[in-house]
């Protein structure tokens, strides 16, 4: 059976949405700048490319993520169908992988969609061609809601079929379409390896059952939250560290005097010794 209804939006899903939304505005803003080149050089500047990931002294490695929310603003149906993907599948993902998970799996099969693209780009020889778009996150997905429900039944333009059908389909095309690449040399302005990429993480993420997060969306800590606890786990570290550094010290000075006695010790080792008996008094 399957269901006519709409699903709700997710957390994660409505948050990842509107980043790629935004960046398009952004980019649209901007005449392309962040996905095309400007007149007179430069330009994509969020774009992923193997000379882009070594500018900016190894900044250019963020591109791994950015280029992951950046679409070409002279194509808007290759924004509104990843969000499709991500709005039907990214919602059914997120009940099992949770808010975390969500995001986790988005950021990591966009990153492995962008290693697998450059893989092939350079054994063709375009390791420089620019990549730009979520559809290695959005296969991810795909694969995941595959995995999860495979017996689900979806609708693929006008016909419902399985989940595990479409995504064997989506995953044969890609693997069809990168074999006329290494054939022919073209690609289409398509980028099968990133789509291939995100789809074998997605499978991986599912069958490993990695990222699961128990902890409710209303439950997740702040940012704010998240650093103070985190400052502060430092800070209880590090004193604990140096207490017992000191404690350390403390059994090398005692063995040395019960070994040579008090006049071995230096005026380092008796000031230490004085001070620690002093805080041990004000302690009883």
């Known amino acids: 059976m399957y269901s006519?209804?709409?699903?709700?939006?997710?957390?994660?899903?409505?948050?990842?949405?509107?980043?790629?939304?935004?960046?398009?505005?952004?980019?649209?803003l901007l005449v392309g700048r962040l996905s095309m080149p400007a007149e007179g050089g430069g330009g994509f500047w969020f774009a992923f490319s193997w000379s882009a990931m070594w500018e900016g002294y190894?900044?250019?490695?963020?591109?791994?993520?950015?280029?992951?929310?950046?679409?070409?603003?002279t194509d808007i149906f290759h924004l509104l169908f990843n969000m499709l993907v991500l709005y039907f599948f990214g919602t059914m993902s997120e009940a099992r992988l949770g808010y975390?998970?969500?995001?986790?799996?988005?950021?990591?099969?966009?990153?492995?969609?962008?290693?697998?693209?450059?893989?092939?780009?350079?054994?063709?020889?375009?390791?420089?061609?620019?990549?730009?778009?979520?559809s290695g996150a959005c296969y991810g997905f795909l694969l995941y809601a595959a995995?999860?429900?495979?017996?689900?039944?979806?609708?693929?333009?006008?016909?419902?079929?399985?989940?595990w059908v479409l995504a064997t389909g989506a995953v044969l095309v890609g693997?069809?379409?990168?074999?006329?690449?290494?054939?022919t040399g073209f690609s289409g302005g398509v980028s099968h390896?990133?789509?291939?990429?995100?789809?074998?993480?997605g499978y991986l993420v599912c069958r490993q059952d990695w990222f699961r997060d128990?902890?409710?969306?209303?439950?997740?800590?702040?940012?704010?939250?998240?650093?103070?606890?985190?400052?502060?786990?430092?800070?209880?570290?590090?004193?604990?560290?140096?207490?017992?550094?000191?404690?350390?010290?403390?059994?090398?000075?005692?063995?040395?005097?019960?070994?040579?006695?008090?006049g071995s010790l230096t005026p380092q080792e008796r000031k230490f010794l004085e001070k620690k008996s002093e805080e041990t008094r004000r302690g009883s």
Not at 147 to 163: E, G, S
Not at 231 to 243: H, M, P
């Open 4 to 28: 006519r209804a709409f699903p709700s939006l997710s957390p994660a899903i409505k948050q990842l949405m509107l980043v790629n939304v935004g960046v398009f505005l952004v980019n649209m």
């Open 58 to 73: 190894g900044l250019g490695l963020l591109r791994l993520v950015t280029y992951q929310f950046t679409h070409s603003f």
């Open 100 to 134: 975390r998970g969500t995001w986790k799996l988005y950021l990591l099969g966009g990153a492995a969609g962008a290693v697998l693209h450059l893989l092939i780009a350079a054994v063709l020889g375009h390791a420089d061609v620019p990549l730009v778009g979520a």
């Open 147 to 163: 995995c999860v429900a495979p017996q689900q039944q979806v609708i693929f333009f006008v016909f419902p079929i399985k989940l």
């Open 175 to 183: 693997l069809y379409s990168t074999f006329i690449e290494f054939v």
């Open 193 to 201: 390896g990133a789509h291939l990429g995100g789809a074998a993480i």
């Open 214 to 262: 128990y902890v409710p969306y209303e439950n997740q800590p702040g940012l704010l939250t998240r650093l103070k606890t985190g400052w502060q786990q430092k800070r209880a570290a590090a004193a604990a560290q140096k207490a017992e550094e000191r404690e350390q010290v403390l059994d090398e000075i005692l063995a040395k005097v019960k070994e040579h006695g008090l």
